[in-house]
Nanobody, 121 residues
Framework: VQLQASGGGLVQAGGSLRLSCSAS????????MGWFRQVPGTDREFVAA????????YYADSVKGRFTVSRESAEYTGYLQMNSLRPEDTAVYYC???????????????WGKGTLVTVSS
């Protein structure tokens, strides 16, 4: 199963974007869809995650209250709604599959190409 993030772009501070993560195959109910972001020269940073079966969500403190993760199970697609964007949210955003909730990117597999989000001040 390959996961691919899309929907990035350029937005002004305070604006919103919705990213999508499409899976090429079935995601089992126990799977975790994780969202990470990376600025060149730094490690991938955990942003949010959702447990595929129950819809339980997890967020990094830096995005809590601004970002919302969701999924459309029947379409094997996840979403990351990003509101009140800040310049420090600028990064390449990725989605990946995990078997249990973890904020460490090494716990995830099936990474696809990321999508660039640029927030201007």
């Amino acid at each position: 199963v390959q996961l691919q993030a899309s929907g990035g772009g350029l937005v002004q501070a305070g604006g919103s974007l919705r990213l999508s993560c499409s899976a090429s195959g079935r995601l089992y109910s126990s799977a975790i869809m994780g969202w990470f972001r990376q600025v060149p020269g730094t490690d991938r940073e955990f942003v949010a995650a959702i447990r595929w079966g129950t819809g339980k969500t997890y967020y990094a403190d830096s995005v809590k209250g601004r970002f919302t993760v969701s999924r459309e199970s029947a379409e094997y697609t996840g979403y990351l709604q990003m509101n009140s964007l800040r310049p420090e949210d600028t990064a390449v955003y990725y989605c990946a599959r995990g078997t249990s909730y973890d904020t460490d990117s090494r716990a995830y597999t099936n990474w696809g190409k990321g999508t660039l989000v640029t927030v201007s001040s």
